[in-house]
Nanobody
């Protein structure tokens, strides 16, 4: 079992930055992808970014060039640095563990992940 907990999100103005972190405890499946997903009101949960054990990453087109995913295996943390935020980035953000082995397109599919955090709200105002 893996327990995941995201840091508090926050509210920022468009163009601002936020950094999310996710702490993992229990058995952390280091050889598999970890990822950040988000879900806006009335929309399906979508993959934002994923990272595999080698540090390879994949990003959704909507966040590419603005968001950076990283991890700290030693301390079981996953991070998401979000820059140049837009109002359309407003959503609940979730970290996820135990996904595919490699950071390919499957790594951005929510059905590929076994463990989820409780989610944290990010609000971007115009």
């Amino acid at each position: 079992q893996v327990q995941l907990g995201e840091s508090p999100g926050g509210s920022v103005q468009a163009g601002g930055s936020l950094r999310l972190s996710c702490a993992a405890s229990g058995y952390t499946y280091n050889n598999y992808c970890r990822a950040w997903f988000r879900q806006a009101p009335g929309k399906e949960r979508e993959g934002g970014a994923a990272i595999d054990s080698a540090g390879s990453t994949i990003y959704a087109d909507s966040v590419k060039g603005r968001f950076t995913i990283s991890k700290d295996n030693a301390n079981n943390f996953l991070y998401l640095q979000m820059n140049s935020l837009k109002p359309e980035d407003t959503a609940i953000y979730y970290c996820a563990h135990f996904g595919p082995r490699y950071a390919g397109t499957r790594a951005l599919l929510h059905e590929e992940y076994a463990y989820w955090g409780q989610g944290t709200q990010v609000t971007v105002s115009s």
